[in-house]
């Protein structure tokens, strides 16, 4: 009697080997970048290679952001807008115009306010101001919010960017009162002028940003596959993260929604579907430079964001085939 012999034999099967590439912002300080290197971009070089080949895909699989940029500020100098040198906070300008005397500017600590904190404070910083004029705010129905004086002013053009995101109307008609909605399209345009409407989100919100781009060229351009978007900007990207927060379940006082930007916070997100890099298996990566850009709330533009206020991390899952 022979012995059976299957016409198909079972092959073993098992998946590829992997590795974890690891980058965290912070690790810039150890590679000779400058003490005002900013997580906004960065380069990592080592002696030796950082990935000697023998893989033909990376993936980013989790990434970690630690997150307090101020949602109030003013910026100097070279800002996140524009590439080298960082940008630098200071505090907001608010310009108001009294009947019967000039525009007075003052300022805003810079800091994360919600819409009811930064309303108080400039309400306070008038008052301080010595115009003469008495300032007070109420919430007169459940979604309009007013900012009274004893004297009639009124919230110049130019310079009022704060007042103007809030969703105050600039101008130069004077009134005892000026007025904002807690459910008022927030409408972005120039703030030079106030008047260039460009695009809108729903509510007023002190959000400055719509998304973060993580951009690593020395890691995409071996695929020639790349990214595209709508945006006239466009770049390969390690990932996107979108700035889309959920408000508190409980307003603020004057009832405008509570976002989580408005205090420091520190989010890590996995992700479900990450982008499959193709790679040059005999091809090792030696320096790494890495670029955070940011699509703005208020000029709908793509810009490096090469400020302080916040640090990030990322996992690549590195796989021989």
């Known amino acids: 009697m022979s012995d059976f012999v299957p016409v198909e034999k079972g092959v073993p099967i ?3 080997s992997t590795a974890n590439l690891v980058i965290a912002s912070q690790d810039r300080y150890g590679f000779g970048n400058n003490f005002d290197t900013t997580a906004g971009t960065f380069t990592i070089q080592k002696k030796q290679s950082i990935l000697n080949g023998f893989f033909s895909r990376i993936a980013p699989t989790e990434v970690t952001l630690q997150w307090a940029i101020p949602n109030v500020y003013d910026i100097s100098g070279l800002d996140p807008t524009t590439s080298g040198g960082i940008g630098k906070f200071y ?3 608010v310009r108001v115009d009294i009947s019967g005397g000039s525009i007075t500017n003052i300022k805003i600590p810079v800091g994360l306010y919600t819409i009811a904190e930064v309303l108080d404070t400039i309400v306070a910083r008038l008052n301080a101001a010595g115009l003469g004029a008495t300032f007070s705010i109420t919430q007169t129905l459940a979604t309009q919010v007013d ?7 009124y919230f110049p053009v130019n310079g009022n960017s704060l007042i103007l995101q809030l969703g105050f109307t600039l101008g130069d008609d004077y009134s005892t009162t000026q007025s904002i909605y807690s459910n008022q399209p927030y409408m972005i345009g120039d703030y030079a002028t106030g008047f260039d409407v460009t695009a809108s989100i729903p509510y007023v919100s002190l959000n400055k940003y719509f998304y973060l781009d993580f951009v690593s060229n020395q890691l995409t351009y071996n695929q020639e596959l790349k990214d595209t978007s709508t945006n006239p900007q466009t770049r390969d990207i390690l990932f996107r993260w979108y700035l889309t927060q959920t408000p508190s379940t409980y307003p603020d006082k004057y009832g405008f929604p509570i976002y989580p930007s408005y ?3 520190y989010e890590r997100r996995p992700i479900a579907f990450p982008k499959q890099i193709k790679w040059s298996n ?3 990566i030696g320096q ?3 670029e955070v850009y940011a699509q703005t709330s208020d000029t709908n533009q ?10 990030w991390a990322m996992t690549l899952l590195v796989s021989e085939v």
């Open 14 to 16: 098992r998946f590829p």
């Open 91 to 93: 505090p907001a300008n």
């Open 147 to 153: 900012i009274s004086s004893t004297i009639p002013f």
């Open 263 to 265: 205090a420091p916070y």
């Open 282 to 284: 005999n091809q090792p």
């Open 288 to 290: 790494l430079q890495f």
């Open 302 to 311: 793509s810009i490096l964001l090469n400020s302080e206020g916040y640090d």
